[in-house]
Structures are given as C-alpha cells and as structure tokens.
C-alpha cells in the first residue's frame, strides 16, 4: 500500500504533468530518476507564477563597483577580454578574479605555467586593471619523491609572474589520491609546506572542500536537493564510496587551525549557508578565515532576517563571489543584497525550490561585501579604481 507522502506526491505530479500537456507545455521526461522514486518525475513542473502584489525592485546593475572574487575563464590566455569586459561595465564589475589560472580542463600540452603566463600577458596588454588571476595545484604524485619541491617552485614562479592568489578544487579531501591510491585528506601533513608557503608569499587561498550537504542524505522526499540530484546524478555522494561531508569539513577546518597565518577564503559560505550560526563560530574561532557567497545566493535569500544579521556581524569577511560565468544572473545577487523586495524567484530551480528576498543591506556592509575585503586580502587589485 502506498504511503499517504507518495500518494500525495503522485497527486501534485499528475496535476503538474496534466496542466503542462493542456498548456501545451513540455513534459520532461529526460531526469535519471534514482530506483525508487518514479512516481515523482515531474515535480519539478509544479512552479506557479505568484500571484503576490509587492513592490518590485529588478536591480540590473550593482549599486557599487564590485570584485567577482570567484569566477571561472578557462581561456584567459587566448580569449578577446573586450566582450568579456563590455559585459562586466554593464554589471558595475570592476574587477573578476579568474580562479581557473593554469587553465580549467586544459589537455593542450602546454604547460600550467606558461598558461599562466600568457593569460596574465593578456590581461595586462588589453584589460589592464580588470582582471586577477589565481594559480592552481594539481595532488597527482603526492607522496612521490621531488612532488612538493616541484610544487612549491611552481606556485612561487606562478606568483613572481603576477598570480595573486591559489584556488583548490574539491577534489582535494573527496577523490584525489597519492602514489599509493590513499585518499588525501585536506589536512594531510604532507600539505602544510603549501599552505605555510602561501602565508610567506601573503596570497589567499581560496579553497572549495566537500559540496551541499543533502547530497550525501538519501535521494528521497525529504532531501531539499533531489531535483538536482535527478538532473545531475553525479553529484549524489554514496556515503559508502564518499567520505561524510562532517568529515571533510572538519579536515578543512583542521588545516585552518594549523595555519593561521595564511588567509583562506572558504568558498560557498563553507557550505553552510543555511546555518549561518555554526558558519559565525567557525569565523569567531580562525581571524584568518574569510567566506564568499559564490553560487549559494538561495541560501541567503530565503532567511532574510537572519542573513542580514550575519551579514552585518561578519561584515569585514564576507567577499562577493558568483562561480559560473552568466552574466544574466547576476542580477539577482544585487536585487538580494540591496532591495527589501519580498518573494521573488531565484534563476535555477534545482538550488532552490523556494523563492527569495532581499536584505536591504547598509551601504557601508554593501561596500564591503563588493569591494573593500577584496581589496584587503587579495593582493594585485587597484584600489584607486573603487570609491573610499
């Protein structure tokens, strides 16, 4: 016998599939539905426009100048920048910090640093002032003879170059492995020497460890992220193949707290976007820690009083950060930062089913979220560019 949840989940389903094909909309059929859960393929389709009369404050440009101190161009050194920048002035971006240096998925031959190299040439003859670029490291050989000397020669030949920053991917903690096929936990000691160089050459490392908690919680009714996960089955991670996401944190936090002279940046609100309090503990505990709100903008629009709050406490730690380069959305970071505007949709249904609000920040919090913390722990920026 059916559960009355999967029943009324059936219900809204079948009503939500019935209304499209009446409406002549589409009725997808294209999710990998995870077993078990067929009777919710189209769920998603339930998304009414409201009906809700309030004032409304589309905001396409930012109050301030901002830096995207999280973004991605994965053809830095070959791209034309001036599209790229005419698309920044219309976003009021003065500045977008390229975390993809060595080039994002590159299989050309060439190497990280001679990217790196000619993407900084680049920015410097056409756009100068506009970009900053931070390198990367790759953990394949770790434990291997020469692999951290070769590193560490990499990373200060790469700063000497004009990289201000090192950006780590996710797949440190969750699937790199060293020589011996042994997971690397984000605070192996065989990693210190690379976070203590970073505090010496004085350059952030902004670094992304584990993903949104519901992705390790069963793929059911009560997981907050399971259209994502049906439209991205990949992201699912089996807890019997996947460390817990209390266990990567908790490595990252413990790296943290071993290098307190090095400024880290904990990408995505370190994940805890929605429990502002824990992530206000762990800033109150480690002054050399830093957030940013790249691609967890749901988070905060859906707890407006409590975002707002946390915002004003952490005022001097928290970065502007989108992730994905659409210059489209953007616009909704301005309208949850800087309006009071209630009840509003977010642009991509799979981060949230909810609809948001703004915070009507103060303006001295809104400068520096957008700039003034950027200009304070990346080095490189031109400071006579924003307003004092």
């Known amino acids: 016998m059916p559960s009355k949840t999967t029943l009324t989940l059936f219900a809204v389903a079948l009503l939500a599939a019935t209304t499209a094909f009446a409406q ?5 059929d294209d999710l990998t539905v995870p077993p078990g859960l067929e009777f919710v393929p189209y769920f998603y389709a339930y998304d ?35 599209e790229l920048v005419a698309d920044m002035d219309a976003l009021n971006m003065q500045v977008l910090v390229n975390l993809s240096g060595r080039g994002f998925r590159r299989n050309d031959g060439e190497s990280g640093h001679d990217y790196i190299v000619r993407a900084l040439d680049n920015v410097r003859d056409n756009a100068p002032g506009r970009f900053v670029i931070f390198t990367n490291v790759s953990f394949d050989g770790v434990g291997s003879d020469g692999w951290l000397e070769e590193t560490l020669a990499g990373l200060e030949a790469d700063v000497a170059a004009g ?11 969750m699937t790199a492995t060293d020589v011996d096929g042994q997971r690397i936990p ?17 350059i952030p490392v ?20 399971l259209l994502e996960l049906m439209q991205r089955p990949g992201r699912y991670r089996d807890p019997a193949e996947f460390p817990s996401f209390e266990e990567l ?4 936090h413990a790296m943290f707290r071993k290098h307190p002279e090095t400024t880290f940046i904990a990408a995505h609100l370190g994940w805890f976007g929605n429990d502002l309090a824990r992530l206000g503990r762990l800033l109150d505990e480690m002054p050399n820690v830093y957030t940013e709100i790249g691609a967890v903008l749901a988070e905060l629009g859906r707890q407006p009083r409590t975002a707002r709050q946390f915002l004003i406490d952490y005022q001097d730690r928290v970065l502007m950060g989108k992730d994905s380069w659409r210059p489209e959305e953007y616009p909704y970071y301005f309208r949850t930062l800087e309006t009071a505007d209630e009840y509003f949709p977010y642009y991509r249904q799979r981060h949230a ?23 304070a722990i990346v080095p490189g920026i031109d400071k006579s560019a924003f307003p004092e």
């Not at 990289?163 to 903690?173: D, E, M, R, S, V």
């Not at 993903?211 to 992220?225: H, I, K, T, V």
């Not at 609000?357 to 913390?373: A, C, I, Q, R």
Request: with cysteine; glycine share 10%; aromatic share 10%.
């Open 24 to 28: 002549g909309g589409p009725v997808r």
């Open 48 to 82: 009414p426009p409201s009906t809700l009369v309030v004032p409304e404050h589309p905001t396409p440009r930012a109050k301030y100048p901002f830096v995207d101190v999280h973004n991605h161009q994965g053809r830095m050194a070959d791209q034309d920048l001036g």
């Open 163 to 173: 990289a201000a920053g090192l950006k780590i991917y996710k797949n440190l903690g």
């Open 186 to 202: 984000t605070d192996d000691p065989r990693l210190d020497p690379l976070w203590a160089k970073c505090g010496e050459l004085g």
């Open 206 to 225: 902004l670094i992304h460890t584990a993903d949104p908690a519901p992705f390790w919680q069963p793929r059911d009714e009560g997981n907050e992220r």
């Open 249 to 252: 944190i908790g490595e990252q």
């Open 353 to 375: 089913f909810w609809r948001l609000y703004g915070l009507d920040l103060p303006d001295e919090v809104l400068k520096k979220v957008y700039y003034k913390n950027a200009l």
